[in-house]
Nanobody, 128 residues
Framework: EVKLVESGGGLVQAGGSLRLSCAAS????????LGWFRQAPGKGREGISC????????YYPDSIKGRFTISKGDVKNTVDLQMNSLTPEDTAVYYC?????????????????????WGQGTQVTVSS
């Protein structure tokens, strides 16, 4: 059974940083692409950072580039998301997602309903 458990969310002031972590189990880690999607209040889910574990290739939408960094964690079978220069517009529930897609870009730009494995989500709130 695929299991994804997020941690590291919380409340931070604008301009601050947070680091999220996703612990994955139940599948061969390097056979999957992992990513972070988020859903802000009243909006749909969007892919913000994805990594293909086999070669660590990454993808970020233009709105995120330069502020967020996704990486394999130091702990086995984890993926981290370092978020810097946070703004109130980054307030959302952040989800870890896993899928055997071909590339990080393919996953991050895929319709979220087509992605099979989601964590329970962690709340990130950025105050102004």
């Amino acid at each position: 059974e695929v299991k994804l458990v997020e941690s590291g969310g919380g409340l931070v002031q604008a301009g601050g940083s947070l680091r999220l972590s996703c612990a994955a189990s139940g599948f061969i880690f390097d056979d999957y692409v992992l990513g972070w999607f988020r859903q802000a209040p009243g909006k749909g889910r969007e892919g913000i950072s994805c990594i293909r574990n086999s070669d660590r290739s990454t993808y970020y939408p233009d709105s995120i580039k330069g502020r967020f960094t996704i990486s394999k964690g130091d702990v086995k079978n984890t993926v981290d998301l370092q978020m810097n220069s946070l703004t109130p517009e980054d307030t959302a529930v952040y989800y870890c997602v896993a899928d055997p897609t071909t590339t990080a870009q393919a996953m991050c730009t895929m319709t979220p309903d087509y992605l099979g494995h989601w964590g329970q989500g962690t709340q990130v709130t950025v105050s102004s």
